[in-house]
């Protein structure tokens, strides 16, 4: 849906023998040839087409002005759980395996907080549009976002997002501080056979780390019932925290910098063409062949650090010991473990569009080179890779057929032999009631770096990495078993359990999708070869056997009555084998609402949303290393997630009010909102939580 009053507005390439000029905002006026000063009056002024594409996509979108959903809107997913604040560490409970081929960090915690290439938005636009977003929940919780957008000429596109998170936290040493900035613009030459897109963007992300809470607390009689007052693993002796959401100091906790620049150039090579309309002559240009050259440059920072380490509560709770061979934690050191990654990448292709008029039908031959160095502490890491890729896609004109084929392999390098493979076939049902798409993906992946290759651990003392930039290390810490440390390595403390061979996914999937009867199905198959995990706070591990995991799901609209809507959403999941994965048998959704439009201007919807998911053993995170590890002993049994929302749209202004998990209320208790519900061993989620947002578009 729009978000604003939509016509269809004149957009001018090339006007040969016509006396225009471009104004201010990329709109085309004619100049009057008698009268140099007077302007035509243009219609559409007041009026706005938009539309953007993602990378690497030829698929139109049109912005989202509904409002029934909140989490259309909010960073983290609904069938997500964080470590108990808006921002912390989170993990998806649908089970999304990783299936990229070649290098991997292995770092994901904090991903859902990023801007990507893959999310970034190229528009186009008549108009320049902007939105201010304002999200301000419970205990000084906040959320800023700037998006601005414009067509500095008709073949030239600027946009800019900016977004902070910030967001103390009900519990001791868990505040979070995370900002995103991103800058993308889209050119067009004239003649349309030139076309760049480019981005930067920049991803910060400040997590304090408090461990969970001590064993042994009971939440139910804390002082004022303040959870501020429960202890922690880390960091119960730190006071208040900064609610300033521009700075924000982590003494102990994660610190991630990511750096992206993306540049993509093409040139085609087609078929010259003219369109007359309305005593208007459009330039048109179908590409038939293109040469296209792709760079990216990546910097990554990865960083665990405490300033005030206290050595008892490491070895207590973490089961890590920091004392070093120079008489132990003395005042002044520092824990830190660090891992900087840069990687550069050049992507050649060359692509063929068998129909001239559909661009959505092309065959694309690609290779790249990727240079890749680790900075790991005392020493260095560098890969270089050679791969080859190949893509078909076809969305046939009738638009009955939609096609997508793709291949990558590493043809060498470190990650020589990695590969990928994707089909799918989506058909559209007879009478346009609907789609079915089918598909199959095959991955064959080296372990991610912080499983397989990742050892060792750093205690350094502030006045030696200036004078020196001494690392200093030892053999492993109680915990870690008698393995003694290799004198090279100095990053994040990982232990690895025997040699870690390719992972191999396979994954089958459908989707059914049937709008007139606002019904969707999804299934999926995995099936798991030397799947590659966490199996302790440190230890990573290898699974020796084959399993495999079912996943279904089902989305349904029932329409009540004139002004009540029943949405449903529901997610069945299943493993088999030995599988080191768990997953929650049901997970679902359900909103009941009173939705309409009234007083003209007025867009409604209020009422009643329910999440509930079976109890599973929950992955576990471990803190130094920023890992969900697999547990197979402790389960985790929650109540239904109760919320109650308002939300309403008055032309380009939208309000989303929100009063969440009221099933923490305690009648016993006061009817004080103490039941807390648990998203893994030791690590409540919130009490009862109020949120306010603001979304508010404008068209200049």
């Known amino acids: 849906m729009m978000c604003c009053a939509v016509a269809k507005t004149q957009v001018y390439d090339t006007i040969p023998g016509g006396n225009y000029q471009y104004d201010s905002h990329g709109r085309p006026i004619k100049v009057d040839s008698a009268n140099q000063t007077l302007q035509h009056r243009d219609i559409y002024e007041d009026s706005i087409t938009i539309f953007y594409r993602y990378w690497d996509s030829t698929r139109i979108n049109k912005i989202d002005s509904s409002i029934n959903d909140f989490y259309t809107r909010y960073p983290v997913p609904w069938w997500y759980v964080d470590m108990g604040n808006f ?47 304002y999200l301000l929940g419970s205990r000084a919780e906040q959320m800023i976002e700037l998006f601005h957008t414009q067509n500095r000429k008709s073949n030239f596109n600027i946009a800019f997002d900016f977004r902070v998170i910030n967001s103390p936290g009900a519990f001791k040493n868990q505040n979070t501080n995370n900002s995103n900035l991103r800058l993308n613009t889209f050119f067009q030459s004239s003649n349309k056979r030139y076309i760049n897109y480019f981005a930067v963007i920049n991803n910060k992300i400040l997590s304090s780390e408090n ?26 002796e730190l006071g208040q925290f900064s609610r300033n959401i521009f700075g924000q100091n982590i003494t102990i906790g994660t610190q991630y910098k990511e750096g992206i620049f993306l540049m993509r150039q093409s040139y085609d090579f087609g078929q010259k063409d003219s369109l007359v309309q309305d005593s208007v002559t459009y330039k048109l240009f179908y590409p038939r062949f293109r040469i296209q050259h792709t760079i990216q440059f990546t910097i990554d920072n990865y960083e665990y650090h405490d300033y005030d380490p206290v050595d008892s509560d490491y070895i207590k709770y973490l089961n890590y010991n920091p004392a070093i061979s120079y008489n132990g934690i003395s005042a002044g050191d520092t824990i830190k473990f660090k891992d900087k990654w840069q990687n550069l990448t050049n992507d050649f292709a060359l692509i063929s569009y068998p129909q001239k008029n559909n661009l959505n039908q092309f065959l694309k031959l690609n290779a790249g080179y990727e240079m890749i160095k680790g900075d790991l502490g005392s020493y260095s890491q560098n890969y270089d890779n050679l791969y080859t890729d190949a893509e078909y896609r076809n969305r046939t004109r009738n638009q009955l057929y939609d096609v997508e084929a793709s291949g990558k392999l590493y043809v060498t390098g470190h990650y020589a032999g990695d590969y990928s493979a994707y089909i799918s076939l989506k058909r559209s049902l007879r009478k346009n009631i609907g789609s079915l798409q089918v598909g199959f993906q095959n991955v064959n992946r080296t372990p991610s770096f912080m499983e397989s290759e990742n050892t060792g651990f750093t205690l350094t003392r502030p006045q030696y990495i200036e004078d020196l930039n001494t690392s200093y290390t030892t053999t492993r810490p109680t915990g870690f078993g008698t393995i003694v440390m290799n004198q090279s390595l100095t990053d994040f403390p990982v232990i690895q359990q025997g040699s870690f061979k390719k992972e191999n996914i396979t994954r089958l999937f459908a989707v059914i999708n049937i709008p007139p009867a606002n019904l969707q199905l999804t299934g999926e198959y995995y099936l798991f070869t030397n799947y590659t995990y966490f199996s302790s706070l440190y230890t990573s591990t290898q699974s020796s056997s084959v399993f495999n995991v079912l996943h279904v799901s089902a989305q349904k609209v029932i329409k009540v009555s004139k002004f009540f809507n029943w949405y449903l959403e529901g997610n069945l999941q299943q493993t088999a084998g030995n599988a080191p ?80 998990n009221l099933d923490t209320v305690d009648p016993s208790n006061g009817f004080s909102f103490t039941k807390y519900n648990y998203v893994a061993p030791l690590y409540p989620s919130r009490a009862l939580w109020f949120r306010v947002g603001i979304w508010w578009n404008f068209v200049n």
């Not at 048998?585 to 439009?597: C, D, H, M, P, T």
């Open 581 to 660: 994965v768990n997953v929650p048998l049901v997970l679902a959704r359900s909103r009941f609402a009173f939705e309409g439009n009234f007083f003209k201007n007025l867009f409604l919807s209020t009422g009643i949303e329910v999440r509930y998911y079976t109890p599973y053993k929950t992955p576990v995170y471990s803190p130094l290393n920023g890992q969900f590890y697999f547990q197979d002993s402790t389960t985790i049994s929650t109540k239904p997630d109760v919320n109650i929302y308002l939300n309403f749209r008055i032309k380009s202004f939208k309000a989303f009010i929100r009063l969440e």
């Open 211 to 236: 461990g969970g809470l001590k064993p042994n607390q009971n939440l139910d009689s804390l002082s004022f019932n303040d959870p501020f007052g429960a202890n922690t693993k880390l960091g119960s």
């Open 87 to 133: 921002g912390s560490a989170a993990h998806s409970l649908i089970f999304q395996p990783n299936m990229k081929p070649g290098f991997d960090a292995g770092f994901h915690a904090y991903d859902i907080y990023r801007y990507t290439p893959e999310n970034t938005k190229f528009f186009q636009t008549t108009r320049p549009y902007s939105e201010t977003i």
